[in-house]
């Protein structure tokens, strides 16, 4: 049955290819004002991903990434750290926060604590070389002086988990730090009354159409959070799940499907924008050609303005997809309506995290 089925869709197939590279060499031209080449290189290395970044409370831009040899496991995996003094147009050499040996230390993100201190988040990714199985754990680390120096790393409170967006303080002074277990196996925030001394982890709910992965939240209000998911539920299409909470991120509604479509798996990030703290998405509307933002007037936030993105950049000019990128997410660089996007690009020629400076609109 499997040989007679490929028979018939071998023909389709093969006029699919055709069309597709026919119409991948018309080259397409960029939206008028739309950037196909970043504003600053940040770092240049074998093959770093996953950057996050956050502006601390005295103007300082941190970013911190990983990097190693490849997407998957890299036993040389390292997690860097980077910090610029001037809105993001320069950048200091690239730090290490923590490398344990044979061990992949990735999906780092960073976040200013009241107190100063910077509070990192990331997790390990072992692989046993009999087995060849991977396991991994959500990890913490902080500096006292800028990243200068880094203390002794502290297991997270859940096992067989991933890390992706970095933590947050609320306005009643909690951390709430947002990752998922892995693979595919739901996703959790970790509350902590003590700067992450320890913690009490809730599991976000999930139904037959969505699945726990990659999410990033923010507090709009006093004890109401919203967040922003990755579904991995691959049966449903590639659009991010949105929820929310009352209390403080003790109980959430299940994440249901907004308008938002990446075109393949992808995460996005949620924050604030503006004098009118509009809620707004970062995220690949064309995971590895494109990435643009989104706002909503829809109290339900299902419904985001897909007719009016902001787009933010191509990564080729004529629209073209690159091997492998789109995790963007972003900072206030302190002069109006500005953010720095960080993304990390892996292209032939060159694999680097890069820096797009996007100014938003000021009526956004």
Not at 102 to 122: C, K, M, Q, S
């Amino acid at each position: 049955m499997k040989s007679f089925r490929f028979i018939l869709v071998a023909p389709l197939v093969v006029l699919l290819v055709f069309l597709s590279n026919s119409a991948s060499s018309v080259k397409a031209a960029p939206p008028a004002g739309v950037k196909s080449s970043p504003d600053v290189v940040i770092y240049d290395g074998k093959y770093p991903g996953w950057p996050w970044i956050t502006t601390g409370s005295d103007g300082t831009m941190y970013c911190v990434f990983r990097d190693g040899t490849e997407h998957g496991f890299s036993a040389t995996g390292v997690a860097l750290f980077t910090k610029s003094t001037d809105r993001g147009r320069t950048w200091s050499p690239a730090s290490v926060i923590i490398d344990e040996p044979g061990v992949d230390d990735r999906n780092v993100a960073i976040v200013e604590l009241p107190n100063g201190e910077l509070f990192v988040t990331y997790n390990t990714y072992a692989r046993d070389p009999e087995s060849k199985k991977t396991t991994s754990q959500v990890m913490s680390i902080r500096s006292k002086d800028g990243g200068n120096h880094w203390e002794k790393p502290q297991v997270g409170p859940v096992s067989n988990s991933q890390s992706k967006s970095a933590a947050i303080v609320l306005k009643d002074g909690s951390l709430v730090w947002p990752y998922y277990i892995a693979p595919k196996n739901g996703a959790v925030l970790s509350i902590s009354k003590d700067m992450g001394a320890t913690w009490e982890s809730i599991r976000i709910p999930e139904s037959a159409d969505f699945t726990g992965d990659e999410w990033d939240l923010v507090e709009v209000s006093p004890g109401h959070l919203i967040g922003i998911f990755r579904n991995a539920n691959r049966s449903k299409p590639a659009a991010l799940c949105f929820s929310e909470s009352l209390d403080g991120g003790r109980t959430w509604t299940v994440p249901a499907s907004t308008n938002l479509m990446t075109g393949m798996f992808a995460p996005g990030q949620i924050f604030l924008q503006g004098n009118k703290q509009t809620p707004t998405v970062l995220y690949p509307d064309r995971r590895m050609i494109s990435i643009s933002a989104a706002k909503t007037n829809d109290k339900a936030m299902l419904k985001w303005d897909t007719d009016n993105l902001l787009n933010c950049y191509l990564y080729n000019a004529d629209q073209s997809r690159i091997p492998d990128g789109s995790y963007a997410v972003s900072a206030p660089t302190g002069n109006p309506n500005e953010r720095l996007i960080v993304d990390y690009e892996i292209r032939p020629d060159s694999k680097r995290i890069t820096g797009y400076f996007v100014t938003f609109p000021e009526n956004w």
